[in-house]
Structure formats: C-alpha cells, structure tokens
C-alpha cells in the first residue's frame, strides 16, 4: 500500500476502511491496553505498546492465574526453583480440558498458592515470582 | 385436575432453562399472549433472558445444581408466581423423570413428554430392548450367555462383520477389538479376555457390528394426547467434536427417499413404543449412503433440541408453538401427509470457546456483539454486546442458522453470515467454523462422526490467519479516538488472527 488508508468512524467501534482498492468494515473494541479487532469474521488481540513496555517491565508477571475455576491436576514447580519463559508451572483442569499454566517469563519461583488437587478460582495467584 | 388445566390451555409459563432457548420460548409465548417466569442463577441476575420475560424469579447460586438443577425451588417459583405450566429446554431437568412427575403432582403442565416416557428411555439398556421389541433396528450386539470361544464366534457370525469385541464390564476402549473376518476370532478373543480379566476382573465379552465411519443422524418426532405421532424428517449431525454436535443441517445429502421414509417410520414406532408426548427426537447412526444404507437406534432425546430450528426452516413449521398447543391439551397443528421438506438449512452453534487453544471454554465479557441479517439468516442468541460469559454453564452463546433453496447456497449464506458476525472479546469457534464449512470434506458432504475428533486440529491451524493492514488501520484510528496510547508503535511482529502462543503482539507502526 503506498498511500495511507482512510479509516472512517462509523460510530459503535465500526470502523470503515478504504485501502485504495477495496473497503473494509473493521469493529475495534477493547480497553486502554488491549483492543480486539474484528475483520470478516476473523478476530485478533492487539496490545498497545504502552502496555507491553509495562508488561515487560518489573513488577509485572509477579505471578500465574488460572483464567477460570479449575482443579489443579499437576504442579511442576516448587519455591526457589529457577523457570524459564514458557515452561509448565501447573496443570489445572477445567471442563475436563487441561490447561497448562506456563511461565509469562524467565524467573524464581517465590512462593506456591496451590496444591495438586485444589480448586482455584480466576483472579487469585497460584504462584508468585522473586 | 391436570386435565383441567390442559382443557384451558397454559396462560402463564415457567421456563427452567436461560440462555438462547429461554429467549426462544419467550418469544412463543408473547405471540401467543402467554405470560411468561423467567428463573435465574446469581451468574444471570443480568441476562437478557431474565430482562426479556413478564417476570423473573432468583433460584440460588450460579452453580447449575444450586439453580437450575434444584427441581424443587424451580417448582417453588412456578407455584409461587401462579404458572400452570414449565417449559424445561434442553439440559438441565429437561430429561429428569423425577422433575417431569414433581410437575405433574404439583398439577403444572409439563411442556415435554409423560414421565413414563423419559423413564423408559432414561434407561439405554431399557431403551434398547423397547426399540427392539417395536422392531426399530438397533447396532446387533450381544453378550452370549456361552462365553466359550465356539459361542462367541458363532454369535461375531450372527451378528455380521466388521465386529467389535468388548468386555461386558468395561469402557474407554480396553479390551476392544475389532473382528474383520472369522479366521480372525480366535486369536481377537483371547486377547480381549485377557484385557478383559486383567481390567476389569471380568472376561465376560460383548460382541456387536462395528459402525464404521457412521453418520449421525437423528429424526424429529412429534406426538398429541389425540394418538396423532409424525415425524418431521431428518437432521444431519455428523460435524461433531467430542460428541458435542458443531454443525447440523437438513436434509441429510445421504439419505435417499426410501431410507428416509424407512427412518421416518422407525421413529414413529419408537415414540408410539414409549407412549410418547410432545416433541422428540431419535438419534440413529448411519452406515453407508443411498438406498444401501443402514441406519440403527442410537437413543431418544426426550426433549426440544437445540437444532430444532433447522427442521423449522424445512418444513416451515414453528416446533416450540407446537409444544405449547400439544400441552395444552389440543392435537398437533400439523398431519404427516402435510408435512414435506423444502430447500437446505444449516446451524452453526457459536461457542465461547478457542480452537487455536485445543478448543478451550472463554469467559469475559462481550466488549462488541453485532449478529448478521439478511434474508435466510436467522440468529437465535442469549447474549447482548455487555454480557459476561461465565463457565458455569454451556459454552454456546448462539446458533446462526441459514436457509436456502440448496445446500450450496445454504453454505455460501452461511460463510457471508459468519464473517459478519462480531464477536469481541472472548473467542469464539466462528474462525473455525468458516475453514469448516469450506473444507472438501464438508462441501462434498462425506464428514463421519469421528471428521472432527481427526481433523480438527488441522482445521484450527488452518483458522489462524494475518489480519489485513485495514484492520491495523482502524485500530490505530480507534486508539487516537479513545487516547488509548497507539500513535508512534515501535515495530513489532505482526498480528495474528485467530490466537496463537502469545496472542499479545504489537502493533504495527501506523502513519495515519
């Protein structure tokens, strides 16, 4: 695209867009640090860079949460332990689903919330890091 | 007593579910100037079905067997609000024969069929001897009483080939083998004995024809307290990922008139078997296609289904209106000879779930919710843009179904209907469900019930496409209109559609 589009408000988060050779209907919805974005029935999550710099930044990822009521079913880790990004802390399951909870991030495990076998509620750490 | 109230038809209803069917029987009830009780769990306090009916009773904690599975507060509140009658949906105690006969001894109508009738399909057991009895073909299965090896094969000979060994006291797939010719029972035998033994602590087997590749297909039936029973054709289930149903249609493209018509009437013996009521349906695996196939009972659903509207959309008629005149008391608004099929609908069911993510339940709240519209396009939905989605309950939070005079045009309607249905968010299957209704396999109509259970994975790799730079655009503009800190974006990774591994990405740097 060599020219800039043009975006119009259609009012609502719906957004119309015209790249020059065709036109989009865009819905954008989402709060200061995330925006879901819809296009023909697709959708995506789009961080703004602002919130990446502070997710990226200390205090942030101090800790795992489960996204739902779940069981945990496994526990991979225990304090001290050294994680890196992307590692299975825990297993919950949920609606007979697995979830892996993986670490946001390379760090020491401080502390451990959970035992194998709790149920956990959304919003509450089942682990903290150093 | 009970007759009495039927006499006078139902003038004011409870509905025991929430959700997208609750709305529906609401909105039969307004056309029929019936007054209408909404129950409701703490996690629905703000529903719009709650909102939607006459009136509306808390039941208790968001909890289904604290709420909608406590049968005796449910029939506290109807008695308490004046209802004499209870449309139970689907789920919840829609199927309970102790809810069915509490309704009855507390002289409510109960829209849906006698107690007996769910008793005796409750049973699967029960159910299979009935059907057999009233000559509904059922998969030939059988433990033999002789477990010696020459009993056994001469039963796998009875019974036909392929065969499938299983032990008597088993399940999840120990012990089972599969028998394709007779040279191979003995050794298929002694191996599943052992299993057997070793598992279960019980060598007793239980032999019957393995259906390979079926297709589900179920047929829906209707019958009156005047002795009318009919069916209203087919539906076409097979698009299902761990027996949770994903896509359904009718007609079935595999059935010919004669295995429908055979069907049909199959489904008719079976409601007349259980003295059936009100609307039914007969779930039936498939082999094969075209006047060689073979369809055998799989179970009643003794209940309204949740693709009851692609039935609807065929045969032009309104299920839930029906349930409510065989209620009370009046025959069915229909004949079977006046019954026919015309044109293709499809339903798509809209989960809160996420196949990139190995098709995981959502939660959260709808940030934007607009549903498509159009000629053919119907949407029966529980949500409204603000709802939050909890996991307490289902996961569906729509049905989307199409109608058109084929079943390509009935596709294509619902591809352009699915990519103008926003949902955001949570996740959602609708990515998924667009590679779906465009896979070979779905065009050609060839999907089994195990199509999804093998290919879904493939199909939500598939679902995960790059948002198109308009989309970029219109967030950027988005972010300057709500001060949400986009403008001057650092360059980072593209983002991706659909969610993957980090479903964070940054923006893409955007000059406006």
């Known amino acids: ?130 | 007593m009970t007759a009495d109230l039927a006499k006078r038809g139902i003038r004011r209803l409870l509905i025991a579910n929430r959700g997208e069917i609750a709305i529906r029987i609401i909105r039969a009830c307004r056309e029929r100037a019936i007054e209408t009780v909404a129950v409701y769990s703490d996690a629905d306090a703000e529903a719009p079905f709650v909102r939607a009916a006459d009136q509306a009773v808390h039941l208790g904690a968001a909890p289904a067997r604290e709420s909608y599975l406590d049968g005796a507060k449910v029939i506290a509140a109807a008695l308490a609000t004046g209802a004499d009658a209870v449309h139970p949906g689907y789920g919840f105690l829609s199927e309970r024969a102790h809810f069915a006969k509490a309704c009855e001894a507390a002289d409510l109508i109960f829209v849906g069929p006698p107690s007996s009738s769910l008793e005796r399909m409750g049973s699967k057991i029960g159910a299979r001897r009935l059907m057999v009895e009233a000559g509904v073909p059922v998969v030939p299965g059988e433990t033999p009483a002789d477990q010696s090896d020459a009993a056994l094969e001469a039963a796998i000979a009875r019974i036909g080939f392929p065969a499938l060994i299983k032990p008597s006291a088993g399940g999840g797939g120990i012990g089972m083998k599969i028998v394709r010719t007779a040279s191979e029972a003995a050794d298929a035998l002694a191996a599943a004995r052992r299993e057997a033994q070793a598992s279960f602590g019980d060598s007793t087997l239980y032999v019957e024809r393995l259906i390979e590749r079926p297709r589900h297909v179920e047929i829906q039936v209707f019958a009156d307290t005047h002795g009318n029973v009919v069916h209203l054709f087919e539906r076409e289930c097979s698009a299902q990922r761990r027996h949770q149903k994903m896509v359904e249609e009718s007609p079935c493209p595999a059935l010919s008139a004669t295995v429908r018509s055979a069907m049909g009437q199959a489904a008719v013996a079976a409601a007349r078997a259980v003295g059936y009521r009100n609307a039914g349906t007969c779930e039936f695996l498939l082999e094969g296609e075209g006047d060689a196939a073979r369809f055998y009972f799989l179970e009643m659903n003794t209940r309204l289904q949740v693709e009851h509207p692609v039935t609807e959309c065929v045969v032009g008629v309104d299920l839930v209106h029906a349930q409510l005149t065989v209620a009370g008391g009046e025959p069915l608004p229909f004949t079977q000879e006046g019954l026919t099929q015309r044109g293709h609908a499809i339903e798509c069911r809209i989960y809160a779930e996420d196949p990139a993510q190995g098709f995981i339940p959502q939660a959260g709240r709808l940030l934007l919710y607009r549903e498509p519209q159009g000629p053919g396009i119907r949407v029966d939905s529980g949500v409204t843009a603000g709802t939050e989605v909890s996991v307490y309950y289902d996961p569906m939070l729509a049905k989307l179904i199409v109608w058109g005079e084929s079943r390509d045009i009935a596709r294509h309607r619902a591809l352009a209907a699915l990519r103008d249905f926003a949902v955001l968010g949570i996740r959602t299957n609708i990515p998924f469900m667009l590679q779906l209704l465009q896979h070979p396999q779905f065009v050609a109509a060839t999907i089994d019930t195990g199509f999804l259970d093998r290919e879904g994975a493939v199909i939500a790799a598939a679902s995960v496409t790059e948002l198109p730079p308009a989309a970029h655009a219109a967030v950027a503009e988005h972010r300057r209109q709500f001060g949400s800190g986009g403008g001057a974006a650092p360059p980072g990774g593209p983002a991706t559609v659909g969610g993957d591994v980090d479903p964070f990405v940054s923006l893409r740097g955007w000059r406006g």
């Open chain 1, 1 to 130: 695209m060599a020219d800039s589009p043009v975006v119009t408000p259609l009012g609502g988060g719906w957004y119309l867009v015209d790249d020059g050779e065709r036109r989009w209907r865009v819905a954008v919805a989402g709060d200061r640090d995330t925006q879901w974005v819809f296009v023909n029935g697709q959708v995506a999550t789009v961080e703004a860079p602002k919130a990446i710099a502070r997710r990226r930044g200390k205090g942030h990822d101090a800790g795992v949460m489960s996204p739902m009521p779940a069981t945990v079913v496994a526990l991979h880790v225990a304090p001290g332990q050294s994680v890196t990004e992307g590692e299975t802390l825990i297993v919950l399951e949920a609606m007979k689903m697995e979830l892996p909870i993986r670490a946001p991030r390379d760090g020491v495990v401080k502390t451990v919330a959970c035992a194998k076998g709790d149920m956990v509620q959304p919003g509450v750490n089942l682990l903290e890091f150093e």
